[in-house]
């Protein structure tokens, strides 16, 4: 039996695949803990792990993150991917920290799941291996490591090799070094604040001084990194739907075949207003034969206004079966939903918000699988012609089928786990007994 310590961010989208991972160690008889948010504790405590609360001065109720910075939704999404790191993320890892080394303290452990954002990972990874827990990347966000051809992270710009790509990449990255001075400054306050001293390792390079980086997602559906060989594996997404999403609405009769499906959704936290990309999608089939299917992510139907005749709405819906008849999905770009998609075989436009979903939105369009309308707020016209074209274009559908098959036949939960299990063993060699802090 195997100690493993989880830590994450309280952040939906990062938290909810981690807890299928969670769950699957618990299942083994292994011993399982769970830092993060308050909020998650029910959520925690359901895969059989021990919840471990986060100080208050790192946890944050993520449905609220723009009432704590009124000015973020003003920024461009590259800005605002800036200001995220820095306050959001970074700015809070030594509390994170201290917490981790509170939990090990208690009790040790063999290994340290970490969700990539979690900022104490790049404190940790400054330790001497012989002094601190392999570390193990639970990537539930596009994969963030440099490679040649690729341009910085969070601009949602696809590989571009060449003189031409060498020349745009790093024009760019002169730019972006600027953008994330302050994320790089609170990167080394924290560090002189918990190690006394200037880090060795960037706070957003930390990564790749992991033990192992197991990347929650198919390799048809992440860039081309030669040099990371070995430190990635790609297990697939492990994400289930919760058990209150397969409640079907009382007008599940009408997904019956005779029209085809269109669903639309902004996910679970950008979903404050509906503005954005549901109620363009409703307006743009308004007048057309399509179903369009919308889930609100937890908001009030109410808050779509008047619906058309040929608009079914509901909260949460059950994706394993609305998926399999759905002809295209509209989305912001969420990691989660977009592989919910793929792993049916769904075509995706995507309309991407702000966070990474300008990285999700451009590997959409960068593996075929969709398209990349590049823009947070798209007209109802925009929407229309992008979805027809999906529709109209078999490359699209035969380029999500081709990585649903590849998700299909990903080791998902079970290969994370073997992956994990790996580095313990590899740790094992050179230490006698699990790390204490």
């Known amino acids: 039996m195997s100690s493993i310590l989880f830590a994450s961010v309280p952040v939906h989208g990062h938290v909810t695949p981690l807890l299928s991972l969670a769950q699957a160690f618990a299942a083994r008889g292994d011993r399982v803990r769970f830092l993060t948010g308050a909020r998650f504790r029910d959520a925690v405590t359901a895969t059989g792990a021990e919840h471990v609360p986060l100080p208050a001065e790192a946890d944050f109720d993520d449905r609220n993150v723009s009432d704590r910075f009124p000015d973020r939704e003003r920024l461009s999404a590259v800005k605002a991917i ?21 939990a090990l303290a208690e009790e040790p452990a063999d290994a340290i799941v970490a969700d990539p954002t979690f900022a104490a990972g790049a404190l940790l990874v400054e330790l001497p291996v012989e002094e601190r827990p392999p570390v193990i990347v639970g990537g539930a966000l596009p994969l963030n490591l440099p490679a040649p051809g690729l341009a910085p992270f969070g601009l949602g710009l696809a590989p571009l090799g060449g003189p031409v790509g060498w020349m745009r990449n790093r024009l760019l990255h002169g730019l972006t070094d600027r953008l994330f001075d302050p994320v790089n400054a609170a990167g080394r306050a924290i560090s002189r604040q918990v190690h006394g001293r200037e880090p060795q390792v960037p706070v957003m390079d930390w990564m790749r001084h992991a033990e192992l980086i197991a990347q929650l997602t198919v390799a048809s559906f992440e860039y081309p990194r030669p040099t990371s060989a070995g430190r990635v594996q790609f297990v697939g997404p492990v994400s289930v739907s919760s058990a209150h999403v397969h409640r079907r609405p009382a007008w599940w009769a009408d997904l019956d075949g005779t029209r085809p499906v269109i669903h639309v959704t902004q996910g679970t936290l950008a979903n404050h207003d509906p503005g954005e990309l549901i109620r363009p999608a409703i307006d743009a089939f308004a007048d057309s034969d399509a179903l369009v299917v919308v889930s609100t992510g937890g908001a009030p139907v109410s808050r779509l206004g008047a619906l058309p005749a040929n608009v079914r709405a509901a909260e949460f819906l059950p994706y394993d079966e ?25 075509p995706v436009v995507v ?15 960068w593996s075929g699988a969709g398209l990349n309308l590049r823009t947070q707020r798209p007209s109802p016209a925009r929407l229309r012609r992008g979805v027809e074209r999906v529709l109209r274009e078999p490359s699209y559908r035969a380029a999500a089928r081709r990585i649903g098959t590849d998700i299909a036949r990903s080791a998902g939960s079970a290969g994370f786990v073997s992956a994990v299990d790996d580095v313990i063993a590899k740790s094992r060699t050179s230490t006698l007994s699990p790390v204490t802090m």
Do not use: S, W
């Not at 800036?82 to 201290?98: C, K, L, M, N, S």
């Not at 998926?323 to 075989?345: D, E, K």
């Open 82 to 102: 800036a200001h995220d790191i820095e306050h959001v993320f970074v700015r809070p890892g030594a509390a994170q920290y201290a917490a981790v080394r509170a």
């Open 322 to 346: 609305l998926l399999p008849r759905t002809a295209v999905m509209i989305t912001n770009g969420g990691y989660g939903g977009v592989h919910f998609a793929l792993r049916h075989g769904v």
């Open 351 to 365: 309309a991407p918000g702000k966070e990474d979903k300008n990285e999700v939105a451009a590997r959409v369009a």
